[in-house]
């Protein structure tokens, strides 16, 4: 046997415990149990969630331009880059509009609001007002000036990733043109600095059980069961859309790629588990980018699909999103028509984009989509204040799935998916830390 077969022979031997699934599992469970049983003391554990997500988000802007720069550097040509982006754009946006008719097709089906009778006169427009506090989405050319940066420094220093990847693909592309004509001193230097990074990634995943046990307390003991049997019809159709949207979208993927989601989805358990403990899946974005490049995607599709896709293809949010405005107006006994129900669609293609970065996104984008349609009050929107949280897991889920198999649709056509190398590290043949990347990003697993 050879020295690289020592690792996947020596992998049934490792002791369960060690696993970050199964730590990260076990601090789920204490989280729910905790908060379930000790509601006010649960809601108190909520800084060692948000200290964790804290941690992560410090290295994502530095990571995500030392990925980009490296791969361009490689990729070399603006025309390929380019095309990597448009096609990026078009597969973003065929999802997004696939995930708002099928919540649109489910809400009219399940039709989770009838029978409830609210008269928006008794609900509390100043609620959401102040969920959201005052913001709204972006116009269009606000959006695309607010991509550009004040300074470099602010990109970094407000964790802009938009504003990170514009900067990173001028670098990525003035390292390349100089690359003929001078040492490969800088390339060596940022190259060295990647590894570094997923290095600090691997301590910091040590504390990862203890976020999720923390944030998964306080969410328990802040809404409780409770919620969940208030708004049980609600919940029900989003969670079957999302799994009806995902076992669509493994057809589709496995169809132009022969990628298997199932065991995509086995191979990166740790960070799907992770995911939905901390409620976030910008907790995962090192670790995902680590295991997307070592499942055989090219590092320049994998820099700038990720990042582009936590901002324009948030696809568990536009179910959520199109579902939650046939609940509102059926809440309040209001039968959206057909041509209403296509200018929600036609609104939320556009607010769902820009969603990213505004607090409390959902409601924003929500309002701003009952006032375009003028249907119902925009103080239903109320309504979803205690359901909200109930569906971050299928958002995370949902996005964080989607940007990945957008990756590999991406790096398939532009062939630049070894498709090989897919296959032995999603068959388990090909040892998942075989690779410099994951040497350091899975760390927590040995």
């Given at each position: 046997?050879?020295e690289?077969?020592?690792?996947?022979?020596?992998?049934?031997?490792?002791?369960?415990?060690?696993?970050?699934?199964?730590?990260?599992?076990?601090?789920?469970?204490?989280?729910?149990?905790?908060?379930?049983?000790?509601?006010?003391?649960?809601?108190?554990?909520?800084?060692?969630?948000?200290?964790?997500i804290?941690?992560?988000?410090?290295?994502?802007?530095?990571l995500?331009?030392?990925?980009?720069?490296?791969?361009?550097a490689?990729?070399?040509s603006?025309?390929?880059?380019?095309?990597?982006?448009?096609?990026?754009?078009?597969?973003?946006?065929?999802?997004?509009?696939?995930?708002?008719?099928?919540?649109?097709?489910?809400?009219?089906?399940?039709?989770?609001g009838?029978?409830?009778?609210?008269?928006?006169?008794?609900?509390?427009?100043?609620?959401?007002?102040?969920?959201?506090?005052?913001?709204?989405?972006?116009?269009?050319?606000?959006?695309?000036?607010?991509?550009?940066?004040?300074?470099?420094?602010?990109?970094?220093?407000?964790?802009?990733?938009?504003q990170?990847?514009?900067?990173a693909?001028?670098?990525?592309?003035?390292?390349?043109?100089?690359?003929?004509?001078?040492?490969?001193?800088?390339?060596?230097?940022?190259?060295?600095?990647l590894?570094?990074?997923?290095?600090?990634?691997?301590?910091?995943?040590?504390?990862?059980?203890?976020?999720?046990?923390?944030?998964?307390?306080?969410?328990?003991?802040?809404?409780?069961?409770?919620?969940?049997?208030?708004?049980?019809?609600?919940?029900?159709?989003?969670?079957?859309?999302?799994?009806?949207?995902?076992?669509?979208?493994?057809?589709?993927?496995?169809?132009?790629?022969?990628?298997?989601?199932?065991?995509?989805?086995?191979?990166?358990r740790?960070?799907?588990?992770?995911?939905?403990?901390?409620?976030?899946?910008?907790?995962?974005?090192?670790?995902?980018?680590?295991?997307?490049?070592?499942?055989?995607?090219?590092?320049?599709?994998?820099?700038?699909?990720?990042?582009?896709g936590?901002?324009?293809?948030?696809?568990?949010?536009?179910?959520?999103?199109?579902?939650?405005?046939?609940?509102?107006?059926?809440?309040?006994?209001?039968?959206?028509?057909?041509?209403?129900?296509?200018?929600?669609?036609?609104?939320?293609?556009?607010?769902?984009?820009?969603?990213a970065?505004?607090?409390?996104?959902?409601?924003?984008?929500?309002?701003?989509t009952?006032?375009?349609?003028?249907?119902?009050?925009?103080?239903?929107?109320?309504?979803?204040?205690?359901?909200?949280?109930?569906?971050?897991?299928?958002?995370?889920?949902?996005?964080?799935?989607?940007?990945?198999?957008?990756?590999?649709?991406?790096?398939?056509?532009?062939?630049?998916?070894?498709?090989?190398?897919?296959?032995?590290?999603l068959?388990?043949?090909?040892?998942?830390?075989?690779?410099?990347?994951?040497?350091?990003?899975?760390?927590?697993?040995?």
């Open positions: 046997m050879s690289g077969d020592a690792p996947a022979a020596a992998a049934p031997h490792r002791r369960w415990y060690r696993s970050l699934f199964v730590q990260v599992l076990i601090g789920i469970a204490l989280g729910v149990v905790v908060g379930l049983l000790f509601p006010d003391f649960g809601q108190l554990l909520s800084p060692l969630g948000d200290g964790f804290k941690l992560i988000k410090m290295l994502v802007a530095p995500i331009f030392l990925v980009i720069v490296t791969g361009i490689k990729v070399g603006m025309k390929s880059l380019g095309s990597i982006g448009v096609k990026a754009l078009a597969w973003f946006t065929g999802a997004t509009l696939a995930a708002l008719v099928l919540g649109m097709v489910i809400g009219n089906l399940a039709r989770p009838a029978g409830l009778d609210i008269d928006p006169s008794t609900l509390d427009a100043g609620a959401v007002e102040a969920t959201t506090g005052g913001e709204q989405l972006p116009g269009g050319v606000e959006f695309i000036m607010n991509i550009i940066p004040t300074s470099v420094f602010s990109a970094f220093a407000e964790n802009s990733l938009l990170v990847l514009l900067f693909i001028l670098f990525g592309v003035g390292l390349a043109a100089l690359d003929s004509s001078a040492p490969p001193v800088l390339m060596n230097v940022i190259d060295q600095a590894h570094v990074i997923f290095k600090v990634v691997g301590y910091i995943m040590y504390l990862a059980p203890l976020g999720a046990f923390g944030a998964m307390a306080a969410t328990v003991g802040n809404y409780g069961a409770s919620s969940l049997a208030s708004f049980g019809l609600l919940v029900l159709a989003a969670y079957g859309a999302a799994i009806v949207f995902v076992v669509g979208l493994g057809v589709v993927v496995r169809i132009i790629t022969g990628v298997s989601l199932w065991k995509f989805v086995r191979y990166c740790d960070e799907f588990m992770l995911a939905l403990g901390t409620g976030s899946s910008e907790a995962v974005m090192p670790r995902i980018i680590s295991k997307l490049t070592g499942a055989g995607c090219d590092r320049a599709v994998v820099g700038l699909v990720v990042p582009t936590y901002s324009f293809n948030l696809d568990g949010a536009a179910i959520y999103l199109s579902l939650a405005m046939l609940f509102l107006s059926q809440a309040v006994g209001v039968d959206l028509t057909l041509g209403e129900q296509i200018l929600v669609l036609g609104v939320l293609m556009l607010s769902s984009k820009g969603m970065g505004v607090p409390g996104s959902a409601f924003v984008a929500l309002s701003a009952a006032a375009a349609v003028g249907a119902f009050p925009v103080a239903a929107v109320s309504l979803l204040l205690g359901a909200d949280r109930l569906m971050d897991s299928m958002r995370v889920f949902t996005n964080l799935l989607g940007n990945c198999a957008a990756t590999f649709v991406v790096a398939r056509w532009e062939g630049m998916l070894d498709r090989d190398r897919m296959r032995a590290v068959n388990g043949e090909t040892p998942a830390g075989s690779t410099p990347d994951h040497q350091d990003a899975d760390r927590a697993d040995r």
